[in-house]
């Protein structure tokens, strides 16, 4: 049994170095991500291959928010909530790694 631990161990290590080479010139902006409190590296990872580096197609970050379905969208009317309770229609991969 310690021998099959060993080998899937060594296996986690071959993906994670594939992965590390595979993020390239993305390297420095997953660990500046991964600084944020509450985003470890995969989240980071993740991030970064649904958004990019090139932030220039939002124009603010309230957009960038809406997109990743973080932007709430609570519509109240005489103390009744309309419609959808927190998030609109953005990407789902985003949302759901928070």
Known sequence: ????IDA??????????R???????????????????GIGPLTAQLILAEIGLDMTRFPTPAHLASWARF???VGESAG???GRAGTGHGN???ARCA
């Open 1 to 4: 049994m310690l021998h099959r």
């Open 19 to 37: 992965i590390d080479s595979q993020l390239g010139d993305l390297g420095p902006a997953v660990a500046k991500l991964d600084a944020v409190p």
């Open 80 to 82: 009744r909530k309309k």
């Open 8 to 17: 899937i161990t060594g296996d986690i290590a071959t993906v994670q170095a």
């Open 92 to 94: 789902p991969y985003i």
């Open 71 to 73: 932007a709430p969208g």
